[in-house]
């Protein structure tokens, strides 16, 4: 799986970016519908009604579709763009993998802490390694990502995994193969597509959560 139309891990359908005019599989892209009032509404599930304007999972690429009027002329109307829609977007991801992580954590599908993640892996049973984008490289670098493709996912903090683990903080975990890892790795791959290279601040401050609207946060 992987982002704005680069190759994907699995078949699946494809939509063409309004900005890059490049076709990719559907997770790799973000959909935004028009709302009622002209408003430029994201639809990160795919479900809400009406005509899907699809762009590239990345930051820069969003801003451009807001900036360049793509939005609108996709639409064929004058539409009305939130200034901080891909910050919002961005939220909405890091809740959206949060949530999953702490149902795969529910379901007996992932675990958390250096032990239990090392037993994971050396095990063959690990379908992903999840490790703190703020955690120590050193430590980080004793784990070795399962074999394949986009393995490892690090775009979460230690306070988000924490969050999907019901811990204040976590380093490493790990998703077990089968079930939730295969929508794991593709809601990591979108917000990686806002988050590399680009320092910034965890999801958890009042203002990412009520950017993120969707989804609850998850117990545990």
Known sequence: MSRGGKA????EPERRCVVTRRSGPKSGLIRFVIGPDADVVPDLSGRLPGR???VSAE????????????????????VRVAPDLAERVEAML????????ALARKAGQAVAGLEKTKAA?????????????????????ALRPPEGEKTCVTCLS??????AFGRDRVIHAAVLAGGLADRV?????????????????PFGNEAA????????????
């Open 158 to 163: 230690g306070q988000e995994l924490g969050m």
């Open 185 to 201: 790795r593709d809601e990591s791959l979108r917000l990686e597509g806002f988050r590399v290279g680009v320092d910034r601040q």
């Open 59 to 78: 930051a820069g690429v969003l801003r451009q579709a807001a900036a360049k009027g793509h939005f609108a002329r996709a639409a064929k109307q004058a």
């Open 52 to 54: 899907g304007i699809w």
């Open 209 to 220: 959560k009520d950017a993120a609207g969707e989804g609850s946060r998850g117990k545990g």
């Open 8 to 11: 994907s891990l699995r078949d």
């Open 121 to 141: 892996l050396v095990a063959g049973d690990a379908a992903l390694l999840v490790q703190a984008a703020d955690g120590s490289q050193r430590e980080k670098a």
């Open 94 to 101: 890091a809740r959206q993998l949060i949530d999953l992580l």
